[in-house]
């Protein structure tokens, strides 16, 4: 079956076009001013600027002329960047340069328009990109705080801000001493070891027991199923001092508290409701006319499991048990509760780090924990993929 991409392009007039790319104009002017001390001129600046350039390029130049004029632009803002900033501002204006350039056709030739249907409204289309850049706003907001801490951690001096040697891109100003640090220390190197020994076990409690709890509960037959999915998720809603202390007086009790089976058995706790709602999620598209099937050909339960349902829901499975050991490895506050000296965590000796002594190794370890949480996101996520090609929810 064939399928048909509707286009509609058409080029803007300049009256539109010059207010839209300096009201784009004002926005970058806006920072830039900022960091200039004089936000106002900043922002009337960017504004005439890209007035002029936008008019330059589409009433004079023309469509013909797009991609010269581009390599121009971002050689005249790069060159801009470099008077006012040195090489960090030269990289800025780059940037800015090589975005104007693509943004003043997309908006001039009406390109914006090329993948929507021809009949929505202005409006219509000013709310379909606005919704997107707000959510790109929100994720900038959200990703801000990692992205600054990552290029700290090869600060080559003991300060947790920017050196003058580092916003100039000195190599001088760079090291990996803090990762070294790290590797050398027998404090950190410790604590990793305890969460190395400690999370695995915990996400396999998690992932069994969750997978368990999944399945049964997803029966219709089970009776106060959902009261029962409700207790079992709650780690997820109670505020976590409140599981920890919760934790600290039941473990005292029992012994546990204090030993590395006692963090082990908080920890899966704090895992099972991950591993219980991607599950659930997982059989909510599974045919239970396979398992039925399966009965009839003499395949006692078991066997039905890990022949039929197993394959179908392991992405599901999967995808809670990386949740799970995410949720074990970065944990600091039940290990202060239920944990000893002898069960100190990775996180809790960054927590320890922060409170007794500022250590920027402390920011070569968030880097290094911000990579391995993006390596298994991007496991979950084409898990997640892979299952919906499975179950048929998306074009394989």
Same mark, same amino acid.
């Given at each position: ?7 509609y ?8 076009? #010059? ?6 104009g ?8 900022a960091?200039? !001390?004089?936000?106002?001129?900043? *922002?009337?600046?960017?504004?005439v600027?890209? +007035? *002029? ?12 002329? =797009? ?10 803002f ?6 006012f !900033?040195?090489?960090p ?7 800015? !340069?090589?975005?104007?350039g ?6 001039g ?25 707000i959510c790109?706003?929100i ?6 705080? #990692?992205?600054v801490v ?12 920017f050196?003058?040697e ?7 100003g ?6 070294r ?10 604590a990793?070891?305890?969460?190395? +020994?400690?999370?695995?076990? %915990? ?12 399945i049964?509960?997803?029966? =219709? ?9 409700? #207790? ?9 001092? *409140?599981? +920890? ?34 599950v659930? %999620? ?8 396979l ?30 048990g990386?949740?799970?050991? *995410? ?15 002898g069960?100190?965590?990775l996180?809790?000796q960054?927590?320890t780090?922060l ?5 920027p ?14 390596v298994?996101?991007?496991t979950? =996520? ?15």
């Amino acid at each position: 079956m064939a399928t048909y991409t509707l286009k509609y392009v058409e080029k803007k007039p300049l009256g539109f076009t #010059i207010p839209v790319l300096a009201a784009a104009g004002a926005f970058a002017g806006l920072f830039v001013g900022a960091a200039q !001390g004089s936000i106002w001129q900043g *922002i009337l600046a960017g504004a005439v600027l890209l +007035a *002029i350039v936008t008019f330059l390029a589409q009433g004079v130049l023309g469509e013909a002329m =797009e991609k010269p004029f581009r390599w121009g632009l971002l050689a005249l803002f790069a060159v801009g960047g470099f008077l006012f !900033g040195g090489v960090p501002g030269a990289v800025v204006g780059a940037l800015l !340069g090589l975005f104007y350039g693509w943004f003043i056709y997309w908006i001039g030739q009406g390109r914006y328009r090329a993948n929507l249907l021809p009949y929505l409204t202005p409006g219509q289309v000013l709310g379909h990109y606005a919704f997107r850049v707000i959510c790109g706003l929100i994720f900038f907001f959200l990703i801000t705080p #990692i992205v600054v801490v990552m290029p700290l951690s090869f600060n080559a001096e003991d300060f947790f801000t920017f050196t003058p040697e580092m916003l100039s891109f000195d190599p001088a100003g760079y090291s990996l001493k803090h990762y070294r640090d790290f590797f050398t220390s027998d404090n950190w190197q410790q604590a990793l070891w305890n969460s190395v +020994a400690i999370a695995p076990v %915990a996400t396999l409690l998690s992932v069994s027991f969750g997978t368990l709890a999944a399945i049964g509960l997803s029966s =219709e037959h089970v009776p106060f199923r959902r009261a029962i999915m409700a #207790i079992l998720i709650s780690p997820m809603i109670v505020p976590l001092i *409140i599981s +920890a202390a919760g934790m600290y007086f039941f473990y005292s009790r029992l012994g546990l508290q204090g030993t590395y089976w006692g963090v082990v058995l908080a920890h899966a706790a704090l895992g099972i409701p991950f591993v219980i709602i991607t599950v659930t %999620a997982t059989l909510v598209g599974f045919d239970r006319s396979l398992t039925r099937a399966a009965a009839n050909m003499g395949a006692d339960p078991v066997t039905t499991f890990f022949r039929v349902q197993m394959p179908l829901i392991l992405p599901g499975v999967i995808s809670g048990g990386l949740f799970a050991f *995410i949720t074990s490895f970065d944990e600091v506050v039940v290990v202060l509760f239920v944990g000893s000296a002898g069960q100190k965590t990775l996180p809790w000796q960054m927590f320890t780090g922060l409170r007794e002594q500022i250590s920027p190794t402390i920011l070569a370890v968030a880097t290094i924990l911000v990579s391995i949480s993006i390596v298994l996101l991007t496991t979950v =996520e084409l898990l997640r993929r892979r299952s919906e090609r499975m179950r048929g929810l998306s074009p394989g």
